[in-house]
C-alpha cells in the first residue's frame, strides 16, 4: 500500500442527530479518507442525544473498528456542544469537523491536506448550496446579521467542511451550545491572527433524514447566543466592527482559492 500524502494524524468529528440513515456512508467515507490521506486517523462520532439507531449503528462499526469512536450525549444538546465534546475527545495533530448528513464529498479533504502545513486553519466554502429556498433565505438573513456584528474571517461562515491544526483550539474556547458555534469558532480564529486558507467546495443535496437548522428553538438559541458573544467580545474591550483586529493584518494569511 502507497504512503500517505501527509505525515499528520486526523482526528474526524462528525456530529450527529437523529441520521441513521447517513451514518454508516458518513462514517466509511471518513475511515477510507482517513486510511488513504493521512498517517494515522480517528473518526469520532457525537451522538447528540438521538432518538433512532444512530448511536446503535456507530456502536456495532467501533466493534469491529478501533479507530471508529462513540461519544453520546445523555439528551440532545445542540450543533455547538457536539462539537465541543468533538474536540475535546480528539487525540491528533489535525482536527477535521462535517456533518453526518454526506452533503459534502469527504474526498475534497485532499485538496486541504497541502495546505495545513502553510496556514492554521483551511476553511471550506460551498461554491453552490444544495438546499431548500426556506433555508437559503434563513442562511442570507444570518449571514448580514452576524457579517454587520463581528468581524467575520471567511466567506461561508456556516460550512461544515473544516480542517485546523490541533492548537488552534489551545488559543481559543468556545461557549456556544448551538448553531452560533461557527460564528464563535470563526470570529475568535481571527482575532487570533492565525493563517486561514479558503477553498471551495461542493455542496450536495439531502438523500436522507431531516435537517434541523431552521426549527424555531435552533434560530432563537442562535439569537441569543449572538447576543452573549457580541457583549463577551464588547466587554474584552475589542472593537467588533469590519476590518478591526486584535493582531496586525500583515499577521493574517488568508489566500482565497477556487
Not at 457583549?231 to 476590518?243: K, M, S, W
Request: glycine letters at 6%.
Amino acid at each position: 500500500m502507497p504512503a500517505p500524502p501527509t505525515r499528520h494524524g486526523i482526528s474526524v468529528v462528525l456530529p450527529a442527530f437523529n441520521e441513521q440513515d447517513n451514518i454508516a456512508t458518513a462514517v466509511m467515507a471518513a475511515t477510507t479518507v482517513g486510511t488513504t490521506l493521512f498517517a494515522d486517523h480517528e473518526v469520532i462520532v457525537v451522538d447528540d442525544g438521538s432518538s433512532d439507531r444512530t448511536a446503535e449503528l456507530v456502536r456495532t462499526m467501533a466493534r469491529a473498528d478501533p479507530a471508529i469512536v462513540l461519544v453520546q450525549h445523555d439528551r440532545n444538546r445542540g450543533y455547538g456542544e457536539a462539537l465541543r465534546s468533538g474536540f475535546r475527545a480528539a487525540t491528533k495533530d489535525l482536527i477535521f469537523f462535517t456533518d453526518a448528513d454526506n452533503q459534502f464529498d469527504m474526498w475534497e479533504l485532499e485538496r486541504f491536506v497541502p495546505w495545513i502545513d502553510t496556514a492554521s486553519v483551511v476553511a471550506g466554502y460551498r461554491v453552490n448550496r444544495e438546499d431548500t429556498f426556506v433555508r437559503r433565505l434563513n442562511a442570507r438573513g444570518w449571514n448580514l446579521l452576524v457579517r454587520s456584528l463581528f468581524c467575520v474571517p471567511v466567506r461561508d461562515i456556516d460550512c461544515a467542511f473544516k480542517l485546523f491544526r490541533r492548537e488552534v483550539f489551545d488559543v481559543i474556547d468556545l461557549e456556544s451550545v448551538g448553531a452560533m458555534v461557527n460564528t464563535e469558532l470563526m470570529v475568535k480564529v481571527g482575532r487570533s491572527g492565525v493563517g486561514i486558507v479558503e477553498i471551495g467546495v461542493r455542496h450536495l443535496p439531502r438523500r436522507a433524514g431531516v435537517a434541523r437548522g431552521a426549527h424555531p428553538r435552533v434560530i432563537a438559541r442562535a439569537l441569543r447566543e449572538v447576543v452573549s458573544l457580541y457583549r463577551q467580545l464588547h466587554d474584552a474591550g475589542v472593537e467588533d466592527t469590519p476590518g478591526i483586529y486584535t493582531t496586525p493584518p500583515e499577521r493574517r494569511r488568508r489566500t482565497a482559492l477556487r
